[in-house]
């Protein structure tokens, strides 16, 4: 090889480490970590919450342009107990916001989260009411998340370990998917949901949901349907499919929920019907949620009665070191009085003795 040519090689390879060290330094610069660690602080605090990371967010190229996140604290504004904490986190940004676009975020990533039930309770009965006869904001969700090695606790005691969570964005008329797995009592769940949105003003409608559920290969729940939600109680949705069970055989499941109106709250009818099982519940969610609540709050009757009305006849329940059999339930207003309840009949007096 001349001398001519390795200079000129030489001065090519030199031109194109340049090129190359110049596009990364003004990507670099395009990231600006500050500019989207003060978004996320700042819709954090619109939302009544803290935001803090352990050390300022650093960016990367490779894959794809992204900034790391480590140590993750949200609380509720003045709380002392945090609503999630997590190791590290990234957030994926599409090129077109590195060259001047809009600040978008393609997708979330949560390594190892943690998030108290509790805390997160008592921001979300925070919240300012809506007021009345606004119209809802209906979420346009188009920052796909993933979150692996995740948990919820309440207090000390964990209800899900070992939580992978992967879901897309929320679009108009795009498919939305969400797979979600974890560990309760050390089964392992699955979940698989899918369904088409569609946003129109105010209203959010889910066509051609498909909600597939599993318990390690011993119980499946499949479900078809639609739901309607207009902001607040007033919702709606019919899904109807199939319980297996490998030891108490198949069953036919159907869930409606209708929404609240001035005389009734938003209300879940459940059918149950299968071998030596059946159920004819109607549930009110929200009351059934503050019932849950409560159960772990010593201040709290311990005893208190779930609401809900309707019938279940159940052969088995085993759950623990707990064996039930032959359980019937009734509750509403077909339930028979008891007996201390009913009125008294008076005895004829007795004949007096000589």
Known sequence: ????????????????????????????????????????????????????????????????????????????????????????????????????????????????????????QAWLSALPAQPAGRPPNIPRIETGVSITHGSLVRGNAVLLDNVSLDAGNLISDEPFPLNLSATVGGVPWRLRLSATPRIEGNILQLNAIALHLSQDGTTTLALEGSAHWHGAADASARLVGKLDHADAGQYDISLVLTPADQDNPLLLALKLDGPDNHADLRLPPLALARWWSRLGDPQQPQLAVPPGSGSAQIATIDTGSVHIEGLTLQAGDSVPAPASSAPATAKPAGTPRP
Do not use: C, H, K
Request: net charge neutral; glycine share 8%; hydrophobic share 50%.
């Open 1 to 120: 090889m001349s001398r001519r040519l390795r200079l000129i090689l030489l001065t090519l390879g030199g031109l194109g480490l340049a090129l190359v060290l110049t596009a990364v330094i003004a990507v670099y610069l395009l990231l600006q970590p500050e500019r989207f660690t003060a978004m996320l602080q700042t819709q954090a605090e619109a939302a009544g919450l803290e935001l803090n990371l352990a050390s300022p967010a650093s960016p990367t190229l490779f894959p794809r342009p992204a900034l790391d996140l480590s140590g993750i604290t949200l609380s509720a504004e003045g709380a002392n107990v945090p609503i999630l904490l997590a190791a590290r986190g990234q957030l994926a940004l599409p090129w077109r916001t590195l060259l001047g676009g809009p600040t978008v975020i393609s997708q979330l990533q949560i390594d190892s989260p943690r998030v108290d039930l509790d805390a997160l």
